[in-house]
């Protein structure tokens, strides 16, 4: 049996010692809770016991009792002594979890006595975990209430609320064992719900039956000729899992925008979105409005589909992806080619790949479905100059669609240009040819590999021995000694492999890299304004403030008071930070207004020397931008020498430790160089 609190299990043993049936109000006064909150646990209490065949009975004006015999009672009492999960002493981050999960999923409130009595530890411990669980939710539009003498609760509309488990779903930690799981639950998953993901929807939704909604969405598949990608499969399964929950406990989706457009233009997927309805309508034994419907039909629009392309298959595929699609694709392609410096405006495989992604994100950023991306923080991480880069084509959507891109669409996105760059820097297989003795042509060899990392020597021959095969299954022939077989990419050196050796093979390797690609090197864009977009007037040290609101509102007048913004900057700046954060990790948030706001060009650099929270994260530098997307020349060249900055860590422990704003200007000015 799974219950899913603490106080369940307290509820329960108190109804095993009793004599005779307990009243309502009985148990609401040994609690501490209000006599509605006892209702709603006995509720769940009923619902878990009847699955294990045991009858929670309640008579009006008596009281509630079991109806269990003795075999049935000593196996009830074994299951709440043994299912305490809350066992030792829990982290941090693992009390704050529990707490969200609680409050979230609880229909009455919850007091902080009964979450200190569960977590082991002091009021004023739950107390202190309360201020980020507060933080947590206001930053997913909910509200957590407080009123002394009836507990916790969170308020907030349907959407937020669903939004916010699915969060908590995708930031929880796998502390989940294989104990209780049966097999055949193991063979019958598919590929795509990996086990970790099964046991963490199981664990946090224990009476649905998960493999039934699996079974429900393959189907749905079929129907629909397509399949879709292991992330979206989870996340489909996720937010059907949470629509039962809601439903079950009488909380239903409600649409305020008006979608017949949805349906007019997506027949299909709205009739399978019915028939997935229907299904579990039936599987789960409860009613579902027409709401949900129109959820799940976005669900299955927003979620991507598994392609499985190759270069033979891609300009037909391109030429069937509607216009606008690609056009889009082009134009991010070029910008952020421009400021990562490398042309990936001929890899038509990264067309393709945006062209399919944008359809599903727009409709998604469209209606306001937003989907948490499990992999942002590691994506900023990792590719933290990509996530920049990609995050400058946010006024791509907004010009072409209408539509702001938030952080987790950034992060996906940015995976395809990652891969994209790795197609590019993929090492260039080589075979050394040398008339000398093997020791010789070994150390050639070795030199080779030690200095030039993006080479992989894969044949070592004499020429002689130089063939077809050989040069078929290379790119690159570097010899010492002259060969004559011309047409084939080789580079002349000496034995001893010197730097203008390694010159050379550098040229030549980008050569190769440029034509496998169907590349040309990028012309540089520069532009006389940059040097006065960032201004040593707008760069502050600040030791004061606290806040970001108050940050953004205070430097937002300065720049307004000097003509840079119009009125109204720093407000669509806050407006658009709650729908998308500005994060873009290592410490720095780069806010930003609509165009319309700009009177001229400037970004206002604040270093804070007290680093504050934000949307849960640790900011120590803020650049806001106040930028012209249209004048390309000038955006291009600022967003490449502040990413060059962004992907040189020095470069940023540098400006993080100016002791003063002119050391500040400089770093950005000069890209992060030394010398400038």
Same mark, same amino acid.
């Given at each position: 049996?799974?219950?899913?609190?603490?106080?369940?299990?307290?509820?329960?043993?108190?109804?095993?010692?009793?004599?005779? +049936?307990?009243?309502?109000?009985?148990?609401?006064?040994?609690?501490?809770?209000?006599?509605?909150?006892?209702?709603?646990?006995?509720?769940?209490?009923?619902?878990?016991?009847?699955?294990?065949?045991?009858? =929670?009975?309640?008579?009006?004006?008596?009281?509630?009792?079991?109806?269990?015999?003795?075999?049935?009672?000593?196996?009830?009492?074994?299951?709440?002594?043994?299912?305490?999960?809350?066992?030792?002493?829990?982290?941090?981050?693992?009390?704050?979890?529990?707490?969200?999960?609680?409050?979230?999923?609880?229909?009455?409130?919850?007091?902080?006595?009964?979450?200190?009595?569960?977590?082991?530890?002091?009021?004023?411990?739950?107390?202190?975990?309360?201020?980020?669980?507060?933080?947590?939710?206001?930053?997913?539009?909910?509200?957590?209430?407080?009123?002394?003498?009836?507990?916790?609760?969170?308020?907030?509309?349907?959407?937020?609320?669903?939004?916010?488990?699915?969060?908590?779903?995708?930031?929880? %930690?796998?502390? !989940?064992?294989?104990?209780?799981?049966?097999?055949?639950?193991?063979?019958?998953?598919?590929?795509?719900?990996?086990?970790?993901?099964?046991?963490?929807?199981?664990?946090?939704?224990?009476?649905?039956?998960?493999?039934?909604? #699996?079974?429900?969405?393959?189907?749905?598949?079929?129907?629909?000729? *397509?399949?879709?990608?292991? #992330?979206?499969?989870?996340?489909?399964?996720?937010?059907?899992?949470?629509?039962?929950?809601?439903?079950?406990?009488?909380?239903?989706?409600?649409?305020?925008?008006?979608?017949? $457009?949805?349906?007019?233009?997506?027949?299909?997927?709205?009739?399978?979105?019915?028939?997935?309805?229907?299904?579990?309508?039936?599987?789960?034994?409860?009613?579902?409005?027409?709401? /949900?419907?129109?959820?799940?039909?976005?669900?299955?629009?927003?979620?991507?589909?598994?392609?499985?392309?190759?270069?033979?298959?891609?300009?037909?595929?391109?030429?069937?992806?509607?216009?606008? *699609?690609?056009?889009?694709?082009?134009?991010?392609?070029?910008?952020?080619?421009?400021?990562?410096?490398?042309?990936? !405006?001929?890899?038509?495989?990264?067309?393709?790949? =945006?062209?399919?992604?944008?359809? +599903? !994100?727009?409709?998604?950023?469209?209606?306001?479905?937003?989907?948490?991306?499990?992999?942002?923080?590691?994506?900023?991480?990792?590719?933290?100059?990509?996530?920049?880069?990609?995050?400058?084509?946010?006024?791509?959507?907004?010009?072409?669609?209408?539509?702001?891109?938030?952080?987790?669409?950034?992060?996906?996105? &940015?995976?395809?240009?990652?891969?994209?760059?790795?197609?590019?820097?993929?090492?260039?297989?080589?075979?050394?040819?040398?008339?000398?003795?093997?020791?010789?042509?070994?150390?050639?060899?070795?030199?080779?590999?030690?200095?030039?990392?993006?080479?992989?020597?894969?044949?070592?021959?004499? @020429?002689?021995?130089?063939?077809? %095969?050989?040069?078929?299954?290379?790119?690159?022939?570097?010899?010492?000694?002259?060969?004559?077989?011309?047409?084939?990419?080789?580079? *002349?050196?000496?034995?001893?492999? $010197?730097?203008?050796?390694?010159?050379?093979?550098?040229?030549?390797?980008?050569?190769?890299?440029?034509?496998?690609?169907?590349?040309?090197?990028?012309?540089?864009?520069?532009?006389?304004?940059?040097?006065?977009?960032?201004?040593?007037?707008?760069?502050?040290?600040?030791?004061?403030?606290? $806040?970001?609101?108050?940050?953004?509102?205070?430097?937002?007048?300065?720049?307004?008071?000097?003509?840079?913004?119009?009125?109204?900057?720093?407000?669509?700046?806050?407006?658009?930070?709650?729908?998308?954060?500005?994060?873009?990790?290592?410490?720095?948030?780069?806010?930003?207004?609509?165009?319309?706001?700009?009177?001229?060009?400037?970004?206002?650099?604040?270093?804070?020397?007290? +680093?504050?929270?934000?949307?849960?994260?640790?900011?120590?530098?803020?650049?806001?931008?106040?930028?012209?997307?249209?004048?390309?020349?000038?955006?291009?060249?600022?967003?490449?020498?502040? *990413?060059?900055?962004?992907?040189?860590? /020095?470069?940023?422990?540098?400006?993080?430790?100016?002791?003063? &704003?002119?050391?500040?200007?400089?770093?950005?000015?000069?890209?992060? @160089?030394?010398?400038?």
């Amino acid at each position: 049996m799974n219950f899913k609190t603490g106080i369940h299990r307290q509820i329960i043993a108190a109804l095993l010692d009793a004599k005779e +049936p307990v009243t309502t109000v009985k148990l609401a006064e040994e609690f501490d809770l209000s006599e509605r909150t006892v209702r709603n646990y006995l509720k769940d209490i009923g619902e878990e016991l009847e699955a294990n065949g045991i009858a =929670l009975i309640k008579k009006p004006g008596v009281g509630v009792y079991l109806d269990i015999d003795e075999e049935k009672r000593a196996e009830l009492l074994r299951s709440i002594q043994n299912e305490n999960p809350m066992v030792g002493e829990y982290s941090p981050e693992a009390r704050r979890e529990y707490i969200l999960g609680i409050l979230l999923k609880n229909r009455g409130t919850y007091t902080i006595q009964l979450l200190s009595e569960e977590l082991y530890c002091s009021k004023s411990t739950i107390i202190n975990d309360l201020v980020y669980v507060e933080e947590w939710l206001e930053d997913r539009g909910l509200c957590l209430r407080r009123r002394q003498n009836q507990g916790l609760w969170v308020e907030g509309n349907e959407d937020d609320f669903r939004r916010a488990m699915a969060d908590l779903f995708f930031e929880k %930690k796998d502390k !989940t064992n294989s104990e209780g799981l049966c097999e055949s639950e193991f063979e019958n998953l598919d590929d795509r719900l990996d086990l970790t993901n099964y046991k963490k929807i199981r664990q946090m939704f224990p009476r649905i039956d998960i493999l039934k909604i #699996q079974q429900i969405i393959l189907q749905a598949e079929d129907r629909l000729r *397509y399949s879709f990608t292991d #992330q979206a499969f989870v996340n489909l399964i996720v937010h059907i899992a949470i629509a039962i929950e809601r439903i079950k406990n009488n909380r239903s989706i409600s649409i305020e925008k008006n979608f017949e $457009d949805i349906i007019e233009n997506n027949e299909n997927e709205y009739r399978i979105a019915e028939w997935i309805v229907k299904r579990l309508s039936e599987e789960f034994k409860i009613n579902i409005p027409r709401e /949900e419907i129109i959820y799940i039909t976005l669900h299955i629009l927003g979620a991507k589909i598994q392609e499985q392309v190759n270069l033979e298959d891609c300009d037909a595929l391109l030429n069937s992806q509607e216009d606008a *699609y690609q056009e889009m694709a082009k134009e991010m392609i070029a910008l952020v080619s421009h400021i990562l410096k490398v042309d990936l !405006t001929k890899d038509k495989l990264l067309q393709l790949a =945006l062209a399919l992604h944008l359809r +599903p !994100t727009i409709v998604k950023l469209k209606y306001g479905l937003k989907l948490r991306n499990p992999m942002l923080e590691r994506i900023k991480n990792e590719y933290t100059s990509i996530f920049g880069a990609v995050w400058a084509c946010s006024s791509i959507f907004e010009k072409n669609m209408g539509v702001t891109i938030n952080e987790d669409e950034i992060g996906y996105i &940015t995976l395809h240009f990652a891969v994209a760059m790795e197609r590019v820097s993929s090492k260039i297989r080589a075979a050394v040819i040398c008339s000398s003795g093997v020791g010789t042509s070994q150390m050639v060899a070795a030199r080779l590999s030690k200095k030039v990392e993006e080479l992989e020597v894969v044949a070592i021959l004499p @020429s002689k021995k130089l063939d077809a %095969k050989i040069i078929g299954q290379t790119d690159l022939i570097i010899t010492t000694v002259p060969i004559q077989k011309p047409g084939i990419n080789s580079v *002349y050196i000496s034995t001893l492999v $010197d730097e203008m050796d390694i010159l050379n093979i550098k040229k030549a390797i980008a050569r190769i890299k440029a034509s496998s690609n169907g590349q040309a090197e990028i012309t540089e864009t520069t532009s006389e304004d940059y040097e006065d977009i960032i201004d040593g007037e707008l760069c502050f040290i600040d030791k004061e403030r606290k $806040d970001f609101t108050e940050i953004i509102n205070y430097y937002g007048s300065i720049m307004e008071k000097r003509g840079f913004v119009k009125e109204g900057f720093s407000r669509n700046i806050l407006e658009r930070e709650i729908k998308s954060s500005t994060y873009i990790g290592r410490g720095i948030s780069i806010p930003h207004s609509t165009e319309e706001f700009v009177i001229k060009p400037k970004v206002c650099i604040i270093l804070l020397k007290n +680093p504050i929270s934000w949307r849960n994260h640790e900011i120590r530098l803020i650049i806001i931008l106040a930028l012209k997307f249209k004048d390309v020349a000038a955006t291009r060249t600022f967003f490449k020498k502040f *990413y060059n900055v962004l992907d040189n860590a /020095e470069a940023i422990n540098r400006v993080l430790s100016a002791a003063c &704003t002119r050391e500040i200007v400089e770093i950005l000015k000069n890209g992060g @160089s030394q010398n400038g």
